[in-house]
């Protein structure tokens, strides 16, 4: 016999399933997580043909007038496989700890950086941005936050679709964190973080900040994953 769900208890349910992205479904205090292992004989490089759209998207990056290598597809193991990623090596300001990263996600980082970051410090701090610092893009893992059972599930990381970034350093010297700026007790730090941050939630897929959770108290992840979330 088929069971039909009423309107009104599966509506809910289906926002709920729309509503959540990356590091995961609800705010939870954070747990360590561990590492999805990775192939330990080295990772497998995939010899399939470069789909269109990432032709397009390698394309795209040239016009945008980004410096960046192509890297080869690998199934590292453990279900971290990174395919259709580049290195970036310029997009305009030095940019820490970086490694692959998918190309329709190098490409929105790139416009974020380029007209939200570094016009906001001009504007708001009255300096102009120096450096972007990071703690990096791929990484076999689960997500974190969420205790044994999200250090199983694959964390974006692990297909070098996701970046997290730490600090912004200016020309005038100043370092500005996450952890400390995100609740600073300067004005125009909290009106600098407030602006990236808006910006970012309409770029990224998902956006989480230190309002997410504890996991997330030093640093902006931003994924092309599940979306669209932003807090």
């Not at 990356?22 to 590492?35: G, T």
């Not at 080869?72 to 305009?92: E, F, H, K, M, N």
Request: positive net charge.
């Amino acid at each position: 016999m088929r069971i039909r769900w009423p309107g009104l208890i599966l509506l809910p349910l289906l926002l709920a399933g729309c509503m959540f992205g990356e590091d995961d479904y609800a705010p939870r205090p954070a747990q360590p997580s561990a590492p999805i292992r990775e192939r330990p004989s080295g990772p497998i490089t995939l010899n399939d043909p470069t789909p269109r759209d990432t032709q397009q998207c390698f394309t795209a990056l040239t016009r945008d007038d980004v410096q960046y290598s192509p890297l080869p597809d690998r199934d590292y193991g453990g279900g971290c496989i990174v395919t259709g990623s580049v290195q970036l090596l310029d997009i305009g300001v030095p940019v820490t700890n970086l490694k692959a990263i998918k190309c329709p996600l190098a490409r929105t980082f790139t416009g974020w950086v380029r007209y939200a970051v570094a016009p906001a410090s001009a504007q708001i701090l009255g300096s102009e941005l120096a450096k972007v610092e990071t703690y990096g893009t791929y990484a076999c893992r689960g997500v974190v936050g969420r205790g044994a059972e999200g250090a199983r599930k694959m964390s974006e990381h692990g297909l070098a679709n996701a970046v997290d970034i730490s600090a912004f350093v200016l020309k005038d010297g100043r370092r500005i964190t996450i952890e400390h700026g995100w609740r600073s007790s300067d004005p125009d730090v909290r009106r600098f973080m407030e602006t990236i941050h808006k910006s970012a939630c309409r770029r990224f897929q998902t956006v989480l900040s230190p309002d997410y959770n504890a996991a997330h108290y030093n640093h902006l992840h931003f994924d092309m994953g599940k979306g669209p979330f932003c807090r």
